[in-house]
């Protein structure tokens, strides 16, 4: 896989086997998680329920998680049924990339605490999927910082 900047202000993201292409399906299932878009909103209001959350803000933020993560995929199925697999975070996308990266991260970070692991914990104690979604959330997190460092958003 390769990405990078390009002069006229995208990300290009080329991935080079079927490999490749399952990270970024798999993108998709971690930001949705496993009780859908709802596990981060339900999360972020657990800190103090309130009438005008519920009523206003939480369905407006399941809505827009929703959306981003449809602009998303929209990208990805393009790349899977053309011959070129290549595409682009552009800056009409990359706020929607952004956000379904960053809700990927955050039901990661639910679901496995890969950032409470210490640096010199064994790996081979931590299992396989915890393994696979500290290394998912690095990555995420370099794509996030490529969006933050190539766009104005």
């Not at 896989?1 to 292409?21: Q, S, Y």
């Not at 696979?132 to 766009?151: N, R, S, V």
Request: no cysteine.
């Amino acid at each position: 896989m390769k990405l990078g900047p390009t002069m006229d202000g995208r990300i290009k993201i080329v991935v080079d086997d079927e490999n490749d292409f399952n990270f970024f399906a798999e993108l998709l299932q971690d930001a949705i998680g496993n009780d859908g878009t709802e596990t981060l909103v339900n999360t972020i209001s657990q800190s103090g329920t309130d009438e005008d959350w519920e009523e206003f803000v939480k369905p407006d933020l399941i809505s827009q998680f929703k959306k981003d993560i449809l602009t998303v995929s929209q990208t990805l199925a393009g790349v899977q049924d053309s011959t070129e697999k290549e595409f682009f975070i552009s800056p009409e996308n990359a706020r929607d990339w952004y956000s379904t990266l960053n809700q990927a991260r955050l039901n990661l970070e639910y679901r496995y605490k890969v950032s409470s692991i210490p640096p010199e914990v064994n790996k081979e104690e931590l299992g396989l999927e915890t393994i696979q979604a500290g290394i998912k959330t690095e990555f995420y997190m370099q794509i996030q910082g490529l969006i933050l460092e190539t766009m104005e958003f």
